[in-house]
C-alpha cells in the first residue's frame, strides 16, 4: 500500500477549531494543534488521554511502581522490574488493572503484589481509570485508532472523530544515500547552526552510533540540543558507576581498562602503561584509584559518591537522591547491590531537568510527529523497528497497524524534509526498516534500490574541521621501510598513519618476546655465561620484566614456558651456532640488552641483532642472527608457519589477506651483499615443541621454517640440475620416469619451455606447457614409465617448489613494490591524497590493526 498523506497541523486545528476539546494520540500533535489556536480559549484545548487525567506534569509510572515496591518487599529487582512492565502493559491494552490475572502463566507472588501496591498509588493509569470527560463538551478526537483501551476510557459517550491521514498518497523525498555514519552527521552540520538550530529537528534510533555521533557533532559546533543524552549518559554517572565495578574486578584490570574513569578524574596515565595491570603499576596518577578499589567494599554507596565527587571535583546530588530514593545510600557497596543499581539505571528513565532550546533530538521509536519546520530523518535502518509485544493481551495485528501509522507520521513531520542514510556498512546492506517494506509497493533490499540520491564524499574547502595552518617548509620524506611498517601500511595506510602519530602502550607479546629475543643474542655472545647460569634465576628475572601483564595464578604456567623458551633457544644455539664472524663487518652496538645488563656484559657479536638501511632499496630492519654467509635466522615465539604460507604472505599482487613482508624485504636486502648466491632465510618458532617437551619428545627441526631464495629466474631453476635431482626424490611415478629421462634429456625438454605463471593445480594440468611437458617426456622414456603420471608429479614437485622459495623475478617485483608504495607514502605524507582506510586488497584485515578504534567502517 502506498504511504498515505498525514494532515499538517494547520488542517487538523481547521477541522478540530470549533470543538471545545481535542484528544490527540501524542504530546507533540496537541501541542503543535495548541500552537495553532488563533482565538481565546479558556482551559484546555488539546492534549492526550493521559495529560487530561493527570495533569501536565506526567510521571513515569513503571519507576514510581518500581521505587515503591523496592523499598516495601525484599524482591529481586529484575522480577520487581518484570512483573511491573506486565501488569502496566496489560493494563494499558485491557482496560483493567487486574486484567492480568487472567492470564494464568504471567501470575506469580510478585505480580500479585504489583496489583495490591498499584491500587494504592496514584499513577496516571489509574487516573486514566477514573476519569472521564464531561459529556456536556463538544469533543474531537484526533486518531482514535491510535488510543488503547485504557486512553479510551476517558472519552465521553458522544465524540466526533477526525482522520489523521487524508485520502491521497504522500510523495516521499528521495533517501540520500552516503558512505558512512560520518558522511551522514557531517551533511547534518552543514545544514545546521545556532541560527537555525530551534527550527530543525533530528529523528534517529537513540540506541545507534547517530545518536553519539550527532551529540558530539552538534556539541563541537556550539549548536544547542535538547532530548538527547539522559540521566545514565551523564559521563560523571557513568564514570561513578565504573568505578564501583572496579572493586569486584579483580586483580587483572589493566590501566586501559579504566583510562575512560581516569580521563574523568582529570588524570592522563602514560600510553606505555596501557596494557599493564593496574596492581602493578606504581605511578601516583593510578594511586587514589587503588586506594579506592581497595576501600570499597567497606564503603556505603553515600560514602562511594561523596569520595567519586571530591577526587573529580563535581556535584553529584541527583544522583545522590537518587540512591537514597532506591534505599542505597547507606547500604555497603557489594557486587551484588552495584549489578542493581546498573540493572535499575539500563531500565528505567531517571528524570532530568532539560533547557527546551535548539536542536529537537527525537527518537525514532518514541516519536510519531515531530512540529519542526525541518526534520532530518537520519538512518531509518532496521533499529527504527518496534519489537513486536509478545504478550497475550497485546493484539499484535492492531498495535503493528499503530507503529506502521506513526512510522507513516513520522516521515511527514516537517515542511522540509531530508532522508540521510547509509546503503551499506562492512560490505553487507543496509537493511531498510521494516515498515517501508509494509508500505512500498515496488521491491527493494536497500536504499538505492528507491529513489535515491548518491552523496561521494568531498574534500571540505570551506575551512571546516581542524584548523590549518601553513608551516612554510616541505613534507619530510620516508625513505625506507621497515618490514612492520610495510605491513601495516599494505594492509591500512590509515592504520600505519596513526601507528606513526600515536604512541602505543608496552603489550605484554612484545615484552616476553623482547626479553626471549636479548636471552638469545646474549647466549650466542656469552655462551659460557649462559651454560653456567641458573635457568630457575633466569626465569625469575623475566618474571619480574613482566608481571605487570598478568595474574599471579598464570605464574605457573608462565614460569613453564619461560624455562622452555630458554631451554629451546640455549639448546638450538649449542647445536647450530654460527660458524664465524669474519665475513661481517663489525656491528654498530645497536639497542640494549636485558640480560647484558642483568650479567654486566658487552653484547657485540657481529652476528646478532644486525640494523641494516638501505636508502637505494628503501628498506631497513634488524636480523636477529647471521648464522652464516648465506644463512639468516629469526626467532619467533608465535606459531611456525609452513615456508609456503611464508612465501604467499608476501604476495604483492595481490596482498594476502595478511601481509607479512618480513622474508622478502631480508632477503631483497642480503641478496646485495652476497649475489648470484643462493640464501636461506629460517624461522625458528622456539615455543612450537613446547607440549612436545613436556611430553618429552621434542624435535627442533619441527620447530623451524626455511625460506630458500635462488639467484636465478625460476624457468632457469626448472632446467638445473638442482631441480633434477628434486625429481629423482619426488613420487614414485615421477622419480621412475625422470631416472628413466636422465638429466641431459630432462635439460633438452624444458629449455624451450616456460613454466605458468599460476600456482593453481588444476590450471597448471589443463596448460598448454603441462600437455607438451607430458608429450615431451613420453617420447624420451621407456614403454614401461608411466610418464603421463611422472610428468604430472614433476609438475606438481616444481610448483611445490616454486611456492615456498623465493626466484629472482620474485624479489625484482619486490623492490619494485617497495619503490611504489614509497612514492605512494610521500605523496599523502604531502597531502596530494588522503591515507585510505582500505589497503592494496580492499578491507583492512582488522585482526591486524592497531588503532581499531580510529578506523571507521565504510570510510574508504
Not at 529481586?76 to 486484567?99: F, M, P, T
Not at 622414456?781 to 616454486?802: F, H, M, P, S, Y
Request: with cysteine; net charge negative.
Amino acid at each position: 500500500m502506498p504511504i498515505r498523506r498525514a494532515k499538517r497541523a494547520e488542517s487538523l486545528y481547521a477541522e478540530v477549531a470549533d470543538y471545545d476539546l481535542v484528544v490527540a494520540p501524542d504530546a507533540a500533535l496537541a501541542s503543535a494543534i495548541n500552537r495553532r489556536l488563533d482565538r481565546p480559549h479558556f482551559g484546555t484545548f488539546a492534549t492526550t488521554p493521559r495529560r487530561l487525567a493527570a495533569g501536565r506534569r506526567e510521571q513515569a509510572e513503571d519507576r514510581r511502581a518500581f521505587l515503591r515496591l523496592v523499598a516495601e518487599t525484599d524482591r529481586d529487582w529484575k522480577s520487581i522490574a518484570y512483573a511491573v512492565g506486565n501488569v502496566l502493559q496489560c493494563w494499558e491494552h485491557r482496560g483493567r488493572l487486574d486484567a492480568i490475572l487472567d492470564y494464568d502463566a504471567y501470575v506469580d507472588d510478585a505480580t500479585r503484589e504489583v496489583v495490591d501496591v498499584m491500587r494504592t498509588l496514584r499513577t496516571t493509569s489509574k487516573r486514566l481509570s477514573e476519569y472521564s470527560v464531561d459529556d456536556d463538551l463538544s469533543v474531537a478526537v484526533v486518531g482514535y485508532d491510535q488510543l488503547t483501551a485504557l486512553e479510551r476510557n476517558v472519552l465521553p459517550d458522544a465524540f466526533d472523530r477526525v482522520e489523521l491521514f487524508a485520502d491521497e498518497a504522500f510523495d516521499r523525498p528521495p533517501f540520500h544515500v552516503f558512505e558512512s555514519e560520518t558522511d551522514v552527521v557531517a551533511a547534518l552540520l552543514d545544514a545546521v547552526s545556532a541560527r537555525n538550530a530551534d527550527r530543525v529537528a533530528v529523528v534517529l534510533d537513540g540506541g545507534s552510533r547517530y545518536s553519539s555521533l550527532v551529540e558530539s557533532a552538534l556539541e563541537a559546533a556550539d549548536v544547542p540540543f535538547y532530548g538527547g543524552p539522559g540521566f545514565a549518559d551523564d559521563p560523571h554517572h557513568r564514570a561513578f558507576l565504573r568505578l564501583l565495578r572496579l572493586g569486584f574486578r579483580g586483580s587483572e584490570t589493566t590501566v586501559d581498562d579504566v583510562r575512560p574513569l581516569l580521563a574523568r578524574l582529570g588524570v592522563d596515565a602514560p600510553v606505555a602503561d596501557g596494557d599493564r595491570r593496574l596492581e602493578a603499576v606504581d605511578a601516583p596518577e593510578v594511586a587514589w584509584l587503588r586506594t579506592f578499589r581497595d576501600d570499597v567494599a567497606d564503603m556505603t554507596f553515600a560514602g562511594a559518591i561523596d569520595a567519586y565527587a571530591s577526587e573529580a571535583g563535581v556535584e553529584l546530588e541527583r544522583f545522590d537522591e537518587e540512591l537514597r530514593e532506591l534505599g542505597l545510600a547507606g547500604e555497603p557497596v557489594t557486587e551484588g547491590a552495584v549489578d542493581r543499581l546498573a540493572y535499575y539505571l539500563q531500565t528505567y528513565e531517571v528524570p532530568v531537568d532539560r533547557d527546551n532550546e535548539g536542536v529537537l533530538l527525537a527518537d525514532a521509536k518514541s516519536s510519531a510527529y515531530v512540529d519542526r519546520p525541518v526534520v532530518f530523518h537520519l538512518g531509518m535502518g532496521e533499529g527504527w523497528t518496534h519489537s513486536a509485544p509478545q504478550r497475550p493481551w497485546v493484539d499484535t495485528e492492531a498495535q503493528f497497524d499503530r507503529y506502521v501509522r506513526d512510522f507513516q507520521r513520522l516521515l511527514q513531520s516537517g515542511d522540509r524534509r531530508y532522508y540521510l542514510v547509509r546503503d551499506a556498512a562492512g560490505g553487507e546492506p543496509v537493511t531498510p526498516c521494516l515498515y517501508l517494506g509494509d508500505l512500498l509497493d515496488e521491491e527493494f533490499e536497500r536504499f538505492s534500490d528507491l529513489d535515491s540520491v548518491e552523496h561521494r564524499r568531498r574534500r571540505h574547502s570551506d575551512g571546516g574541521g581542524f584548523d590549518r595552518r601553513p608551516l612554510g617548509v616541505d613534507a619530510e620524506s620516508v625513505e625506507t621501510l621497515s618490514q612492520s611498517a610495510l605491513n601495516s601500511y599494505v594492509n591500512s595506510p590509515r592504520d600505519y598513519l596513526f601507528g606513526r602519530l600515536l604512541d602505543s602502550p608496552d603489550r605484554e607479546r612484545f615484552v616476553e618476546g623482547n626479553l626471549f629475543h636479548d636471552f638469545a643474542e646474549f647466549c650466542v655472545n656469552h655462551p659460557d655465561v649462559v651454560a653456567e647460569a641458573d635457568t630457575d634465576d633466569l626465569v625469575d628475572a623475566m618474571l619480574g620484566e613482566t608481571e605487570a601483564f598478568f595474574d599471579a595464578a598464570d605464574e605457573t604456567l608462565r614460569r613453564r614456558k619461560y624455562r622452555i623458551g630458554l631451554e629451546l633457544i640455549a639448546e638450538y644455539l649449542d647445536e647450530n651456532a654460527p660458524e664465524s664472524d669474519e665475513f661481517l663487518t663489525p656491528a654498530s652496538g645497536w639497542g640494549t640488552n636485558f640480560f647484558a645488563e642483568r650479567f654486566d656484559e658487552p653484547v657485540d657479536s657481529p652476528l646478532t641483532e644486525r640494523w641494516f638501511e638501505d636508502d637505494a632499496l628503501g628498506v631497513k630492519g634488524k636480523i636477529d642472527l647471521v648464522r652464516s654467509p648465506a644463512q639468516l635466522l629469526d626467532y619467533k615465539s608465535g606459531r611456525r608457519k609452513r615456508p609456503s604460507q611464508v612465501v604467499a604472505g608476501a604476495a604483492t599482487d595481490p596482498p594476502a589477506d595478511a601481509p607479512n613482508f618480513q622474508t622478502a624485504l631480508y632477503l631483497t636486502y642480503y641478496r646485495t651483499l652476497r649475489p648470484d648466491e643462493r640464501l636461506e632465510f629460517t624461522f625458528f618458532h622456539f615455543l612450537e615443541p613446547m607440549d612436545d617437551v613436556i611430553a618429552g619428545d621434542a624435535d627442533l627441526d619441527d620447530a623451524l621454517a626455511t625460506v630458500t631464495y635462488h639467484p636465478s629466474s625460476f624457468d632457469e631453476y626448472v632446467g638445473s640440475r638442482e631441480a633434477y635431482e628434486t625429481l629423482l626424490d619426488g613420487y614414485n611415478d615421477c622419480r621412475e620416469t625422470f631416472d628413466d629421462l636422465g638429466y641431459a634429456a630432462y635439460e633438452e625438454v624444458v629449455t624451450d619451455l616456460s613454466f605458468p605463471e599460476t600456482t593453481d593445480r588444476d590450471e597448471l594440468r589443463a596448460s598448454a606447457f603441462a600437455e607438451r611437458f607430458a608429450a615431451a617426456v613420453d617420447a624420451r622414456t621407456a614403454d614401461g614409465v608411466d610418464a603421463e603420471k611422472g610428468a604430472d608429479q614433476a609438475i606438481r614437485a616444481l610448483n611445490g617448489v616454486r611456492r615456498r622459495a623465493f626466484f629472482r623475478e620474485d624479489l625484482d617485483a619486490f623492490e619494485s613494490f617497495v619503490d611504489e608504495r614509497l612514492e605512494e607514502v610521500n605523496r599523502r605524507r604531502a597531502g596530494e591524497e588522503r591515507f585510505p582506510v582500505d589497503g592494496l586488497g580492499g578491507e583492512p584485515n582488522y585482526r591486524r590493526v592497531d588503532n581499531r578504534d580510529l578506523l571507521l567502517r565504510g570510510d574508504r
